[in-house]
């Protein structure tokens, strides 16, 4: 398959009417300015690389929506919000599961996404009930990102305890629970799983965090995967920092870089708060920071220190975590104005030589190539066929290099999205994926069925 961009962000900067030619085994065969009278398949005003959605809980999808109003106890709070997340849980089979995956997978390929690292902690029946199949829930995210044909890196949670007293889980929290053994079970699962997957599939393990896994657990977890990616929760919520605080005497950043060789196989989540001091010795590690600016910005999280981990050398890249609103665009908008809210400046994270747009695209694309350990987020040759093609007439702005994503990022979203392919797979065309009406009339149904429940 080739594919003509009219203008194309290249490793090297802008180009205009450029040849990207996609092989058969998914991968960018060759790149190469268009001679004038070279066939192609399609023909696109803007081609970007598209970046890895580096962090998702796909099942919440179904709960957006469902948690705007104020309960009877007061102030709101993550904690509060979290509470009623573990009584939706407790409501979906297998089949619900696997249904909602693939309608969040399905919407993140239209807005733009080519990949997405799932963070899986869903494992076991309510009541924590393993099922017959260990592994059943794996099985079922795979299932789901094998019809959306979205590239998934798989990442299977490890969580054992309610709190840095190590109290058992109890509610809702028994459906993630495992020792190591159950859980080097359902990793084995999981790989199997991955099989049925293209070669661009990948897996890796994430630790849920400080409060769910012990000292030993984590330096176990750490050693079932050796060169795979390291996902986990870190210093969300005040209340998380103040709890391993006074369990261990430090805050949770300052912990783990003082106790684990934390390097680029390492993805934390969120890190939101942070002294200047862990900031910069987060970004000396080469770790990436992920971040959710919507779903932190809808749950109250706070703001990460963007600027002063940027400034540092540090790696970041974006996820939509929660799911309740599934867009590139709003997701790399919402970093951008959080940051000048709390400096009450503008323009906040460009740099001298690229535009605001510019900076946060390219950025999110190295962190989310990173953190889900996959060749991608550059058009170029051996990487992964992962592209995007926008429209600069879906939204105001310049039309013209840097001008077209910020164009994009701060007046357009998800309807620019016109064509994405994802390891080669041409899944969304024409701003629609290829098998919307059967994905989005199976979630319809289950999400029917459980608001019957409620």
């Known amino acids: ?174 459906r993630f629970g495992n020792d190591l053994d159950r859980f080097s079970r359902i990793l084995e699962g999981a790989k199997e799983a991955l099989r049925a997957l293209g070669a661009d599939a990948g897996i890796g393990v994430a630790p849920h965090s400080l409060r769910a896994a012990g000292t030993d657990d984590l330096a176990n977890v750490e050693r079932l995967l050796p060169n795979a990616p390291i996902h986990m929760h870190i210093a969300e919520q005040e209340r998380e920092v103040d709890e391993v605080r006074q369990s261990t005497g430090c805050r949770p950043v300052e912990w783990l870089l003082g106790n684990f060789a934390v390097d680029g196989r390492w993805c934390l989540i969120h890190a939101t708060h942070m002294t200047p001091q862990e900031t910069e010795g987060l970004a000396r590690t080469g770790a990436v920071a992920g971040l959710c600016p919507v779903t932190e910005a809808n749950l109250g999280d706070g703001i990460f220190d963007g600027v002063r981990f940027l400034q540092a050398g540090g790696n970041l890249g974006i996820g939509s975590d929660s799911n309740i609103r599934i867009s590139v665009a709003e997701e790399l908008r919402q970093l951008e104005y959080s940051q000048r809210l709390r400096d009450r400046a503008r323009a906040v994270l460009a740099d001298p030589d690229q535009s605001t747009g510019r900076r946060l695209f390219e950025t999110a694309l190295r962190g989310g190539a990173q953190a889900l350990r996959r060749q991608s987020g550059a058009l170029s040759a051996g990487a992964w066929a992962d592209i995007i093609a926008i429209d600069p007439s879906r939204f105001a702005g310049s039309g013209k290099d840097d001008g077209i994503l910020d164009g994009w990022i701060f007046t357009g979203g998800n309807e620019a999205v016109t064509n994405v392919w994802s390891a080669g797979r041409h899944v969304v065309r024409n701003g629609r994926h290829i098998h919307r009406e059967r994905i989005a009339r199976r979630y319809s149904g289950t999400l029917s069925g459980i608001m019957a429940r409620i």
Request: with cysteine.
């Open 1 to 174: 398959m080739r594919i003509l961009g009219r203008t194309a962000l290249l490793p090297n900067g802008w180009e205009r009417d450029v040849l990207v030619s996609i092989g058969p085994d998914g991968r960018i065969a060759d790149v190469q300015p268009n001679s004038g009278s070279a066939a192609y398949d399609h023909s696109c005003p803007v081609l970007l690389p598209a970046p890895g959605n580096l962090h998702s809980h796909a099942f919440q999808r179904a709960l957006a929506g469902l948690t705007e109003t104020r309960s009877p106890a007061g102030r709101d709070s993550f904690w509060t919000w979290r509470e009623l997340m573990y009584r939706f849980l407790d409501l979906l089979s297998p089949d619900d599961i696997e249904a909602i995956a693939a309608f969040a997978f399905m919407e993140m390929l239209e807005a733009g996404f080519g990949s997405v690292a799932e963070f899986h902690y869903l494992h076991h029946a309510p009541g924590g009930t393993p099922y017959e199949t260990t592994a059943e829930l794996s099985h079922r995210i795979t299932s789901a990102a094998s019809e959306a044909g979205i590239g998934l890196t798989l990442l299977p949670v490890y969580y054992r305890y309610g709190g840095m007293d190590r109290r058992p889980l109890a509610g809702g929290q028994l």
